[in-house]
């Protein structure tokens, strides 16, 4: 089957999405279509798949997401922003609630980060400390975890599970190794989890991640908001004050609030759009066609990060 799609990302995360409110496919096909247009090594390549995706009676619209494996997260925040363009372009609103897998969230457009670069607010939460999904430990905030190698790490839930260690320096080895472990889904972890090494750089923040699902990213949207509220519950940072978060990818606005609710703003930029000839019985995807290329956002965004490594 034929599918259409717009290649975006939301800092540096990049995806395919699909306007699915009038697609009937099964999980598992979803999970097909995930994995083939997901593949590195296919014509399209991506850190996993978004759907727009009909709303409800207190929903404009709601969004799911794919990871590269196929598997189904309950949300990823670097991706909604992009859902949340395509949806305000579909319903003609510039602010909505977003049904997600197992939550919700506010969305709205905001003021340009830069020039032409376009711009979403996602506020999501309450950020939840209970972590019974890692062991069945009330909560776990500055602790050794065992299990897992270094630490002492803060786990949380935003809603996708997150393991978050503050470091002074990210070792990117050491951060693969723990995320290795959770990836693996030990008995004591069976839904895994996220893992972030987390910098503090003055009033900012410096996010590294090892995703579920997916492996070392270059951002990850879910686990810059719970690095965010993990930064202010343990004194790094202060609840009710804005900061940047930085990672491999570019950068968002955050800001957590006490009650466990963390608003991130950040791009929401289209790359491409086309489509592609998806064999779901095998996963790939093939017979590429680009019909139109945003240049004007990748070189508004190019200019961002540039002027971002420039500063390092």
């Known amino acids: 089957m034929r599918i259409d799609f717009v290649k ?21 096909q979803w999970a097909a279509v995930a994995r083939a247009l997901a593949d590195r090594a296919g014509p399209v390549g991506s850190d996993g798949l978004l ?13 799911r997401m794919f990871n590269p494996d196929g598997s189904e997260a ?9 859902v949340a363009r395509a949806g305000f372009a579909a319903t003609g609103a510039e ?31 309450p950020a939840g400390l209970d972590a019974h999904w890692a062991g069945g430990a009330d909560r776990i905030v ?27 320096q990210v ?18 972890l069976p839904a895994r989890a996220n893992v972030s090494f987390v910098e503090v750089r003055g009033r900012d923040l410096f996010v590294r991640t090892f995703e579920r699902g997916v492996g070392l990213t270059n951002s990850c949207g879910s686990a810059m908001a719970a690095s965010a509220y993990a930064a202010c519950l343990t004194g790094r940072l202060s609840f009710g004050q804005g900061f940047t978060v930085f990672n491999a990818g570019g950068l968002v606005m955050a800001e957590a609030a006490a009650d466990g609710m963390v608003t991130l703003a950040g791009n929401a930029t289209f790359e491409w759009e086309g489509s592609a000839e998806i064999d779901l019985a095998q996963g790939r995807a093939g017979d590429l066609r680009i019909a ?11 200019a961002l990060v540039d002027g971002i490594a420039t500063k390092k």
């Open 8 to 28: 975006c990302h939301g800092s540096g995360n990049d995806f395919p999405l699909v306007d699915a409110r009038a697609i009937a496919l099964s999980n598992a």
């Open 51 to 63: 759907l727009l995706t009909a709303g409800d009676a207190a929903h404009a619209f709601g969004m």
């Open 74 to 82: 309950e949300t990823c925040l670097n991706g909604l922003r992009c």
């Open 95 to 125: 602010a909505a609630a977003v049904k997600l897998a197992t939550s919700s969230a506010e969305v709205a457009r905001a003021p340009d980060l830069a020039p032409g670069i376009v711009t979403i607010r996602e506020t999501v939460g």
């Open 142 to 168: 500055e602790s050794v975890v065992p299990g897992l190698p270094g630490g002492p790490y803060t786990a949380l839930s935003i809603p996708n599970p997150h393991f978050i260690h503050f470091t002074h």
């Open 171 to 188: 070792d990117e080895a050491a951060l693969v190794a723990v995320g290795e472990i959770c990836e693996a889904a030990p008995a004591w």
């Open 292 to 302: 139109r290329h945003f240049n004007d956002e990748i070189a508004a965004w190019g």
